[in-house]
């Protein structure tokens, strides 16, 4: 008798690899020979993953060849309602996934799909005294309308019907009952046979076919202008980056005690990048997946705690084109497992002890984001180009695609909407349509060909700015290089969009000063990088400041505050903001304080004194700015591993020289010992009618050889006649140390 493993036996080296390709759980760890491969192809957590991957035409097809088993393409077609030809190419497609196997009589599913699948289309199992061909008919149309009302309840399932023992319905059921219409299940409960049911459908599984994909309610938008919107938001993405780079190197958030980020600092950084905190979330879920962010803990430094600092990754990531470090984001965030969606949540899956999740915590976690992002944005890569379909129209793309898997990655974590609005804020998306570069992304293009697509999409970065008379610049577009240091050192950003506006203050003039730039080199700089002068109002701020600039200077006692003035000494005593510092006057141009140097410095700077650091020689010391970086962790981004090709390749040989083996007679050729495949051996056998030879533990450590022909395998147990005899016997399953099927 033929089986699965004859099946697989019988295909070549190029349909083997398609489908380890295809089920690569099966490839893992690589399988002996055929036999191995069926055993693992049968189990049922292999066919559920299988199951979860094909459409709602092929869930469809798989039922069919269930119910009609052994089945010809005629069968199924007629079953799902549709021509032969697209019959053939979805039961093919089963076959080529191990789904089903074709014997001399037809095609037949794999042994435990039927128990996967359950009730076919809602239908109850053949009935034994069910009327055939045209008697079945006839008892049909005998039947009264109440009778029939009966039938129609249970035809589309479920099959079966609760009644009571008295009554008209009662007697109806009784009726159909008697007529081999219905099947009684005890005093209470019938159930309508398969035959009949099918007959009641007229011939089909399913009221509605769905052998086709639906059509998505959308919008057609032109390419161009799709690319051109994906171009402006991975300009956007990256200026978001850069500035997260920029701000956290200076001046690095905690990490807190249970993992992640404050909502203070993430509620400071969506406030620095004007965006809400829900882009924020996601900025750095993406910017950390791509490797750009790390834990500092501290071993290099003298910060007492573990800080969130960029990688020595993000400075290489900052010299790239445009194009390739949007690439790099994208390719994180299309990858990532986290959910940046569950930031802010309260007691749930993945929220932590206090109920409420933080930004890059272990509890973003939550591989099944990914699985429907990428499922999400590939049914949008099945669609033409320009195609921006609407949110109902996805869904229901989604439910035929993948309808086990939807039916478990939807709510507010995992639905549509989060992944269209991630997409559009990862530039894989423009206007609701997929984009050009996004399409190659999730097609299993290359980043760098994803990379080269985006490049020319990117508006330019420009080099200059316009400085205005109201203590403002405008960038008109995308600074980058010399001219972005420059402006984000004396000037903060006062908004943002297609033109930045730059604001320009006291604060910011004092940043620049207390790098060690002087008032000529900063109005030279900004003349260099205008193409306007500079102004009147921007000359008299930047040279006031400066004049007031170092009139307070710190040195060490712990700490002294030193000033010509003594007025401002006078000031700087009674401010009740600088009562920690704890000052005692011991000159007229003299404060001391037991607080360090460097506090002493950072609390005079927050409130605009403007002090510098006075050398032990009296001298000014201009320490430049630190920026703060860690080394680059492996493992980031995360990557999802696959069979390709030359893995496959290389199982398949391997299972070509088992089956050599298995043939040339060798010592214990074709004995098996892996518990999955000796339990999956034994079942095929139960099912088959086929004999075994087992090797059998005994009480005692003993190994006895047995020629079995199994009759169940339950629990643990088998149930099989021994040798020639009729006796059934019981042995354990866990103390059966090989087996082999008998040629």
Known sequence: MRSLADDLRGRTDAELTALLQARPDLARPAPGDVTSLTARATTRASIQRALDGLDLAHLQALEAVVVAAPASAGEVAGLLDCDVARAEELTGRLRELALCWRSPEGLRPARPVAEVVGDPAGLGPPGADVPQGADLEQALAAQDARARSLLDALTWGPPFGALGRTGPMAAAAAGLVDAGLLVRLDEDHVQLPRQVALALRGGRLHRPTATAPPEVEHSVLD??????????????????????????????????????????????????????????????????????????????????????????????????????????????????????????????????????????????????????????????????????????????????????????????????????????????????????PGRRLVTAGTVEEAAGLMEPLVPPAVDHVLLQADLTAIAPGRLDGPVRTLMHLVSDVESRGGATVHRFGEASVRRALDAGWSADRVLADLAAASRTGVPQPLDYLVRDVARRHGQARVGSCAAYLRSDDPALLDRVEHDRALGLLQWRRVAPTVLVSPVPASTVLDVLRDEQYGPVVEGGDGGLELGAPRWHRTTARPGAPVRVSSVDEGVARQVVALMRRGEGARASGLDDAGAHTDPLVVSAVLREAAATGEAVWIGYADEVGGVATYLLRPESVVGGRISATVGDGNALRTFLLHRVTRVRTVE
């Open 223 to 436: 390419p161009v202008v799709v690319d051109a919107a994906a171009g402006g938001r991975a300009a956007d993405l990256v200026v978001l980056v850069t500035e997260l780079v920029d701000l956290w190197g200076a001046r690095p958030p905690r990490v807190l005690r249970a993992g992640g980020v404050a909502v203070r600092d993430l509620t400071r950084l969506a406030a620095h990048l004007e965006i809400d905190a829900d882009q924020a979330a996601w900025l750095l879920e993406t910017a950390h997946a791509a490797g750009l962010l790390g834990v500092d803990d501290g071993g290099r430094t003298t910060e007492p705690s573990a800080t969130w600092v960029p990688t020595t990754l993000a400075d290489e990531w900052l010299e790239d084109e445009p194009g390739a470090r949007w690439a790099a984001l994208a390719q994180a965030w299309w990858t990532m497992p986290a959910a940046p969606s569950l930031v802010g949540a309260g007691p749930g899956p993945g929220s932590g002890a206090g109920g409420r999740v933080n930004a890059l915590s272990t509890h973003t976690s939550y591989p099944l984001a990914r699985v429907r992002r990428q499922d999400t944005l590939r049914a949008m890569a099945a669609l033409p180009p320009g195609t921006a379909p609407t949110e109902d129209g996805l869904e229901g793309l989604l439910r035929w695609r993948h309808p086990l898997r939807t039916t478990r990655l939807g709510g507010e974590h995992g639905g549509t909407v989060v992944v269209l609005r991630e997409a559009e804020w990862a530039a894989v998306t423009g206007r609701g349509a997929l984009a050009g």
